[in-house]
């Protein structure tokens, strides 16, 4: 059995549409796969049948603690629920504002037609900061999206506006609504210190949170350990994935990723 409980399609900021994510998957051996797009469940609308893999529904939902962005992954969860829907439903609203304000921001640098290049890259009118990167690349305004990151899109710059999503204790509610698992996603990913990273999880665990993300692509063994024995002082369950958003990546290829640890408890014991 090989999981993936983490990976991006079209439907959010991944390169691939999901018909060609269950191929890449199915290729690179993966048995069971959750494909977890950004506040979205829209590419289990695309799938007719997932052929010989196991698909668990998921979801990654964006929320902020304190002034930190922080996702959230719901797994297991109902697609089709009331509570996923509202989910997805507030979290567009959401994503459309704080578009605007982003390109608002941008067309002040002097970026031209912000909004509508980044939507027609995401084939929505929900796009992601990634969307608004590969924009400036196309229109030659940064050179690589690194660089679009680093001026313009990253932590504290200013297309970085995150006061639009819900509140984690309202997107932990929306998915134990729909009967799935909160994950606090690469929680090794925000930058914290140690006991900062250590607050983060028992707040999470408070908030109606069950698990870790202790394995997120390629990682340094130092990372698996300590969440590892994170999961175990919180008595949180533990998933791993691989954050897998195009090809070209070695570091975050379908199925790919740094060897789980030993004595956690895997979500997926109780689904
Ligand atoms: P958004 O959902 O619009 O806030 O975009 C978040 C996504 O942007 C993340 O899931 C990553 O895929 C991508 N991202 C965040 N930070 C960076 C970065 N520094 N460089 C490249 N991509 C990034
Ligand atoms: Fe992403
Ligand atoms: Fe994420
Ligand atoms: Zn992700």
Not at 111 to 137: E, N, Q, W, Y
Not at 233 to 258: I, K, M, N, V
């Amino acid at each position: 059995m090989l999981f993936d409980l983490h990976c991006h399609t079209t439907a959010s900021d991944g390169e691939l549409s999901p018909g060609e994510l269950l191929a890449r998957a199915a290729s690179q051996g993966v048995s069971h796969l959750a494909i977890t797009d950004h506040d979205s469940v829209a590419a289990y609308g695309a799938i007719a049948d997932p052929g010989g893999l196991t698909l668990i529904p998921g979801v990654e939902f964006s929320t902020t603690w304190g002034r930190l962005g922080v996702h959230v992954l719901g797994l297991n969860i109902d697609p089709h629920s009331p509570a996923i829907r509202e989910g997805v439903m507030h979290q567009g609203n959401a994503r459309r504002e704080r578009a605007a304000r982003i390109a608002e921001r941008l067309e002040k640098y002097g970026l031209k037609d912000a909004l509508a290049g980044a939507c027609r890259i995401a084939g929505s009118d929900t796009p992601g900061r990634p969307h608004f990167a590969r924009h400036m690349v196309a229109s030659g305004f940064v050179r690589h999206e690194r660089e679009a990151f680093k001026k313009y899109l990253g932590a504290g710059k200013p297309g970085d506006i995150r006061q639009h999503w819900a509140s984690p204790e309202q997107v932990i509610a929306w998915i134990r609504g729909a009967g799935g698992t909160a994950v606090l996603a690469h929680p090794a990913k925000y930058g914290l210190t140690r006991n900062r990273l250590i607050a983060l999880a028992e707040t999470f665990k408070a908030w109606g949170g069950e698990g870790l993300e202790v394995v997120s692509g390629v990682q340094v063994p130092a990372v698996t350990r300590d969440l590892a024995a994170l999961c175990q002082r919180l008595d949180l369950c533990a998933t791993w994935g691989s954050d897998f958003h195009r090809p070209g990546q070695p570091w975050a290829e379908l199925g790919r990723y740094s060897t789980p640890p030993e004595g956690v408890r895997p979500a997926w014991e109780h689904w």
